[in-house]
């Protein structure tokens, strides 16, 4: 074997901006970025005020003292980050308790904090700009911590203005803890630097925008063994006492009621920025009650199914058995305790066309289940959502494009390198090649580089000398043609991960659990994948040993990972539900593997597995795909 097909892609990461010093920090901010910056090392620069259970004690007494607060009163703290104001409110006895965030890793630790505790907090993910929650609801809403002011236009702010009136009760109370921006645009301090622990330091240069409106900042967090290691900028408004004064009125409280400013305390002599002078101000919503809507007529939901009739090479009898009729009956059981929605169901192939024109404005949307594709091929998956958008009926799940870019093993790979995602290294052999050289260390997996369900993947796809990869290439060419092409890749041993999302950008994104496949009861010398044996022959050893648990993984590669899963669900345009696979190197650095942009539905699936982690039985998850498409078709 002796002719290279071509250059190895290389893996590649991010880089962090090498800029030095800027004369204009303006130019190098990006708008959107408060997506970025919450995470572990927010909470470390900022630990002296964030983390510090004392201050947060002082401030939630002066904050109820101010808002007069009943213990059944429900309140919303609004970009709530770790939640350490509601976790405190708790523990005085407060009961209806909410929080929201744009950060996950923000959110993510207020849950395992507050269930550490035994804190009974309801948390969402999501933006503050579209609130998840029904009109006349709260009795307080909050904005603490200066989390205010963050958007490139007071329009966004106007936004979440409307929102916090929407949601409080008639006669409701807004709190907000906002920076002194008078004081600031006077007092800023424009360079400074401290150590954040025995390792850590952060510089940090400020400077105002072009419009004296908002006060840019940059930090420069350097770990003493590793160098640089975060290089961002951020920026937040600074509002005056009569420009936050006009905003509220605009939006139609009462004027606000200036409290009092607070100072902020330090015990490292931090450099506290825009947290360094804060006014506290309240408003009150003087509004008539929403006339109740009469109750929501019950959505009208097609379910566009593969058809049982008619064979399937991916399934291993070629047809739909007593497995795949039980799998239909649970789901139509799970569907059938869903109240705001009436199911009909679809499967033949043969009219499904005229079927389809017939149900044209009759229909809310499809819930697209056909994951086997139109006539049960695998091929024409895309086919399915690209009648129903001639034909203009909404639907569950991505678009052609979406699923047609991520049948494409190879496109994906070169879509996540072009990204900084990182992927395993691979080769492709297209159906013309016949001589190739192996510039990958063994073992290696080669399979085929169109396809879902792990079909064509076996252990006998894993090739640890050069004549067994030679047999499985013949091998998986005799299956799938020899017109299409293989993935050679680099065998992974380390964890096999999968994430499961649902939602959409700007619409509360659930990240379920991650899981891993347990292999710890495969005999021995078999290798450790979960490929067509797992999946779909009960006589394999693979079927009857592996399963799935909760992933055990530190909190950075966790987070990278969803990170990166998330990048991508933006980029190929997923939509309401996806699946991502990783993983882990030897080393245990993770690899992206596939994107299941419409991923298996069914009871015991992945993505029930891990919704069930959270908590989230089958009838749930199969809601939350519903609701997430609903909120997207309808707006």
């Not at 498409?629 to 707006?635: F, H």
């Given at each position: 074997?002796?002719?290279?097909?071509?250059?190895?892609?290389?893996?590649?990461?991010?880089?962090?901006?090498?800029?030095?010093?800027?004369?204009?920090?303006?130019?190098?901010?990006?708008?959107?970025?408060?997506?970025?910056?919450?995470?572990?090392?927010?909470?470390?620069?900022?630990?002296?005020?964030?983390?510090?259970?004392?201050?947060?004690?002082?401030?939630?007494?002066?904050?109820?003292?101010?808002?007069?607060?009943?213990?059944?009163?429900r309140?919303?703290?609004?970009?709530?980050?770790?939640?350490?104001?509601?976790?405190?409110?708790?523990?005085?006895?407060q009961?209806?308790?909410?929080?929201?965030?744009?950060?996950?890793?923000?959110?993510?630790?207020?849950?395992?904090?507050?269930?550490?505790?035994?804190l009974?907090?309801?948390?969402?993910?999501?933006?503050?700009?579209?609130?998840?929650?029904?009109?006349?609801?709260?009795?307080?809403?909050?904005?603490?911590?200066?989390?205010?002011?963050?958007?490139?236009?007071?329009?966004?702010?106007?936004?979440?203005?409307?929102?916090?009136?929407?949601?409080?009760?008639?006669?409701?109370?807004?709190?907000?803890?906002?920076?002194?921006?008078?004081?600031?645009?006077?007092?800023?301090?424009?360079?400074?630097?401290?150590w954040?622990?025995?390792?850590?330091?952060?510089?940090?240069?400020?400077?105002?925008?072009?419009?004296?409106?908002?006060?840019?900042?940059?930090?420069?967090?350097?770990?003493?063994?590793?160098?640089?290691?975060?290089?961002?900028?951020?920026?937040?408004?600074?509002?005056?006492?009569?420009?936050?004064?006009?905003?509220?009125?605009?939006?139609?409280?009462?004027?606000?009621?200036?409290?009092?400013?607070?100072?902020?305390?330090?015990?490292?002599?931090q450099?506290?920025?825009?947290m360094?002078?804060?006014?506290?101000?309240?408003a009150?919503?003087?509004?008539?009650?929403?006339?109740?809507?009469?109750?929501?007529?019950?959505?009208?939901?097609?379910?566009?199914?593969?058809?049982?009739?008619?064979?399937?090479i991916?399934?291993?009898?070629?047809?739909?058995?007593?497995?795949?009729?039980?799998?239909?009956?649970?789901?139509?059981?799970?569907?059938?305790?869903?109240?705001?929605?009436?199911?009909?169901?679809?499967?033949?192939?043969?009219?499904?066309i005229?079927?389809?024109?017939?149900?044209?404005?009759?229909?809310?949307?499809?819930?697209?289940?056909?994951?086997?594709?139109?006539?049960?091929?695998?091929?024409?998956?895309?086919h399915?959502?690209?009648?129903?958008?001639?034909?203009?009926?909404?639907?569950?799940?991505?678009?052609?494009?979406?699923?047609?870019?991520?049948?494409?093993?190879?496109?994906?790979?070169?879509?996540?390198?072009?990204?900084?995602?990182?992927?395993?290294?691979?080769?492709?052999?297209?159906?013309?090649?016949?001589?190739?050289?192996?510039?990958?260390?063994?073992?290696?997996?080669?399979?085929?580089?169109?396809?879902?369900?792990?079909?064509?993947?076996?252990?006998?796809?894993?090739?640890?000398?050069?004549?067994?990869?030679?047999?499985?290439?013949?091998?998986?060419?005799?299956?799938?043609?020899?017109?299409?092409?293989?993935?050679?890749?680099?065998?992974?041993?380390?964890?096999?991960?999968?994430?499961?999302?649902?939602?959409?950008?700007?619409?509360?994104?659930?990240?379920?659990?991650?899981?891993?496949?347990?292999?710890?009861?495969?005999?021995?010398?078999?290798?450790?994948?979960?490929?067509?044996?797992?999946?779909?022959?009960?006589?394999?050893?693979?079927?009857?040993?592996?399963?799935?648990?909760?992933?055990?993984?530190?909190?950075?590669?966790?987070?990278?990972?969803?990170?990166?899963?998330?990048?991508?669900?933006?980029?190929?345009?997923?939509?309401?539900?996806?699946r991502?696979?990783?993983?882990?190197?030897?080393q245990?650095?993770?690899?992206?593997?596939?994107?299941?942009?419409?991923?298996?539905?069914?009871?015991?699936?992945?993505?029930?597995?891990?919704?069930?982690?959270?908590?989230?039985?089958?009838?749930?998850?199969?809601e939350?795909?519903?609701?997430?498409?609903?909120?997207?078709?309808?707006?």
């Open positions: 074997m002796k002719t290279m097909l071509g250059n190895k892609p290389k893996n590649t990461k991010p880089v962090l901006p090498k800029s030095g010093p800027v004369d204009n920090l303006e130019q190098h901010l990006r708008p959107d970025w408060w997506k970025r910056i919450f995470n572990a090392m927010y909470l470390k620069t900022d630990a002296d005020m964030v983390e510090d259970r004392q201050i947060t004690s002082q401030e939630v007494e002066l904050f109820s003292s101010i808002l007069e607060l009943q213990p059944n009163d309140i919303l703290d609004m970009a709530c980050g770790q939640g350490r104001h509601l976790m405190e409110w708790a523990r005085r006895g009961q209806e308790l909410y929080g929201i965030d744009r950060s996950r890793y923000l959110i993510q630790r207020a849950r395992t904090r507050a269930r550490n505790e035994g009974n907090l309801n948390l969402k993910e999501g933006d503050v700009r579209k609130l998840p929650y029904p009109t006349d609801h709260f009795d307080c809403v909050t904005i603490l911590g200066n989390s205010f002011g963050y958007f490139e236009s007071t329009d966004d702010d106007l936004k979440i203005l409307r929102e916090v009136f929407r949601v409080l009760k008639p006669n409701g109370k807004f709190l907000m803890d906002l920076a002194d921006g008078n004081y600031l645009l006077k007092n800023f301090v424009p360079r400074s630097w401290e954040i622990d025995k390792k850590h330091f952060v510089c940090r240069e400020r400077s105002l925008a072009s419009d004296q409106q908002r006060l840019i900042s940059r930090e420069v967090v350097t770990n003493i063994e590793k160098g640089v290691i975060v290089d961002q900028f951020y920026a937040e408004r600074l509002y005056t006492r009569e420009q936050i004064e006009s905003l509220l009125k605009k939006v139609g409280y009462t004027a606000p009621i200036f409290h009092q400013e607070i100072a902020s305390e330090t015990k490292r002599n450099d506290l920025g825009m360094e002078r804060r006014m506290i101000l309240t009150e919503v003087i509004k008539e009650w929403t006339p109740k809507k009469k109750k929501k007529d019950v959505k009208n939901i097609v379910v566009l199914m593969g058809d049982p009739n008619l064979t399937d991916i399934k291993p009898d070629g047809k739909f058995d007593d497995d795949d009729h039980q799998t239909i009956n649970k789901l139509k059981s799970a569907l059938s305790e869903l109240n705001e929605f009436k199911f009909t169901y679809l499967d033949n192939h043969h009219s499904l005229n079927d389809l024109i017939k149900l044209q404005g009759k229909v809310d949307f499809v819930l697209n289940l056909c994951d086997e594709g139109f006539s049960n091929d695998a091929q024409k998956e895309l399915v959502p690209a009648l129903l958008e001639m034909l203009k009926i909404p639907y569950t799940g991505s678009n052609p494009q979406c699923l047609a870019y991520c049948y494409d093993k190879s496109l994906i790979r070169g879509v996540a390198v072009e990204m900084g995602v990182p992927v395993a290294d691979a080769f492709l052999i297209k159906p013309e090649d016949n001589l190739f050289e192996v510039n990958l260390p063994f073992p290696v997996i080669a399979k085929p580089n169109f396809g879902d369900s792990s079909f064509g993947i076996t252990q006998k796809n894993v090739a640890y000398n050069i004549e067994e990869l030679d047999d499985a290439i013949v091998r998986t060419r005799s299956q799938f043609g020899y017109d299409k092409p293989i993935l050679v890749e680099q065998f992974l041993t380390g964890a096999e991960i999968s994430i499961g999302v649902v939602g959409n950008a700007l619409s509360n994104m659930i990240v379920y659990p991650l899981i891993e496949e347990d292999f710890s009861q495969l005999p021995e010398g078999l290798p450790k994948i979960c490929g067509y044996e797992a999946k779909w022959m009960t006589d394999s050893p693979y079927f009857r040993s592996l399963r799935s648990i909760r992933a055990d993984l530190s909190i950075e590669v966790s987070q990278s990972m969803v990170a990166d899963s998330l990048k991508m669900f933006e980029r190929l345009g997923c939509r309401d539900y996806c991502f696979d990783w993983r882990l190197d030897a245990g650095n993770p690899k992206l593997l596939e994107v299941n942009p419409n991923p298996g539905w069914c009871w015991d699936g992945h993505l029930a597995k891990m919704a069930a982690f959270d908590g989230v039985n089958y009838p749930q998850m199969l939350a795909i519903l609701k997430a498409a609903e909120l997207r078709i309808m707006g």
